[in-house]
């Protein structure tokens, strides 16, 4: 149960970084929680981590840590942070939230127990770049915060409204539900998130909001939202389908990588920061070994943007994702019949790129959306609040949204608000 000033630590652990967010329980009907610091970790697989704390009400600190290479050791030095420049008590932190990206089957958050760690731990070989590490960061949570209950979170739970015939692939059907093979989908804490601000943003209650919502981070997705709720995404089986990422190729013909390398189907001895993962080089080498690493040799797509006009490298790099993405634009707005309410940008590169926002709006003007109005599109920035519509004041068709997307809120409030 949950009383005035419980404490409720939520942790993301994406592929390139680890956000955390502490949060204290408010008695408030629209937001039940009150933020009380934020620390990150990003560039972990990009060497050397940056890491960040901030207080809200107290000091900020930056600095690199060239030492950290994975999630727990820098869920480690949060907890030393914490100690040393907060007034906290960890053992007062009740509650901890773990963002884990594939659920399976489970559509409601678990408490973690030997059962709920084992069915994640099965799933690992299905998010190679994630679920491993979540499991890391639970381990060192359990002993370093042994009076708090963790639970997880997960990132499928939000799609399983997609309907049988968009969620399963053209298989055998015996084998597809034996082994599980269908379309999860991921980045769901960030669509329900983002479905919530919209909702309140636009005063329109989710169930008549039709949304194609874009996450663009180090993983990038694309989701349908028919009356507020998951029609279609762009993420499948694994976090590997779909749009290409920071290392991860994104939908490929899946025979290319047999002409790739002759030793696709071999175990991999390289398995990057998991545990106990077992993936074939074919799914290290498009999870690891692809993306804007292998086009421009960079992973930060603000300098694949800024480099474009000088870079053929980088211009490639930025117009094939341009590509992408509209692929999924132009078939989820025939998916909603043309009725769509927002297109909404999210994840780091969504919410800064203003360079891609701007592309993308040109090129869907002749769906009938708002313009982009240049001037917003160029200053949005976080002082605005959640949403900001960046399309022309009183223009007609769908808006243009970015939305600052925050999955460890999402689960802090989801935390506080059920029952586990
Ligand atoms: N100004 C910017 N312009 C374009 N892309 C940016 C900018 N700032 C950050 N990004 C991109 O955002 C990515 C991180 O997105 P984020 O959603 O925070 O990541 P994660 O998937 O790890 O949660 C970085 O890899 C970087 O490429
Ligand atoms: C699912 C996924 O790719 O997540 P992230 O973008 O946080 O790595
Ligand atoms: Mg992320």
Request: hydrophobic letters at 40%; glycine letters at 8%; one cysteine or more.
């Amino acid at each position: 149960m949950f009383t005035q000033n419980s404490l409720v630590l939520s942790v993301n652990a994406g592929s390139s970084s680890l956000k955390i967010s502490l949060f204290r329980a408010v008695d408030k009907d629209l937001e039940p929680v009150e933020l009380i610091l934020t620390s990150s970790l990003s560039n972990i697989t990009a060497p050397p981590a940056k890491f960040s704390f901030k207080l809200i009400q107290g000091p900020s600190k930056n600095e690199e840590l060239p030492s950290v290479h994975d999630h727990a050791s820098a869920f480690t030095h949060f907890l030393d942070c914490l100690d040393r420049e907060a007034d906290i008590d960890r053992a007062e932190i009740g509650h901890v939230c773990h963002r884990v990206v594939h659920g399976g089957d489970y559509t409601d958050p678990v408490l973690i127990n030997d059962e709920a760690y084992t069915h994640i731990e099965r799933l690992s070989d299905l998010a190679p770049l994630h679920n491993g590490a979540s499991l890391a960061v639970i381990k060192t949570c359990l002993s370093q915060l042994p009076n708090a209950k963790s639970i997880a979170f997960f990132d499928t739970a939000f799609h399983r409204s997609i309907p049988p015939h968009i969620s399963n692939y053209a298989i055998d059907q015996k084998i597809a539900k034996k082994r599980g093979l269908k379309k999860y989908g991921f980045h769901g804490l960030s669509y329900s998130f983002i479905l919530r601000s919209v909702e309140r943003f636009l005063q329109q209650p989710s169930n008549t909001l039709n949304l194609i919502i874009l996450h663009l981070g180090s993983g990038a997705s694309a989701c349908c939202i028919a009356h507020g709720q998951s029609l279609d995404t762009s993420m499948g089986l694994t976090p590997l389908n779909g749009l290409p990422g920071a290392t991860r190729s994104g939908a490929i013909d899946p025979s290319l990588i047999f002409h790739y390398t002759n030793r696709a189907g071999r175990m991999s001895h390289d398995k990057g920061n998991a545990v106990n993962l077992h993936v074939t080089q074919a799914e290290y080498i498009l999870n690891t070994q692809a993306g804007w690493k292998a086009l421009v040799g960079t992973t930060d797509f603000g300098a694949i943007t800024a480099r474009r006009t000088e870079d053929p490298a980088a211009r490639l790099a930025f117009e094939l994702f341009a590509d992408r993405v509209l692929n999924y634009v132009g078939s989820y707005h025939l998916k909603l019949g043309g009725k769509v309410d927002a297109l909404v940008f999210s994840g780091g590169i969504g919410e800064h790129s203003k360079e891609l926002r701007a592309f993308i709006a040109d090129r869907v003007g002749c769906l009938g959306y708002a313009p982009i109005d240049a001037g917003r599109n160029d200053t949005v920035n976080a002082a605005e609040g959640v949403v900001a519509d960046v399309g022309e004041p009183g223009a007609a068709g769908p808006r243009l949204l970015v939305c600052r997307t925050n999955e460890e809120l999402e689960m802090a409030r989801q935390c506080v608000l059920g029952s586990l």
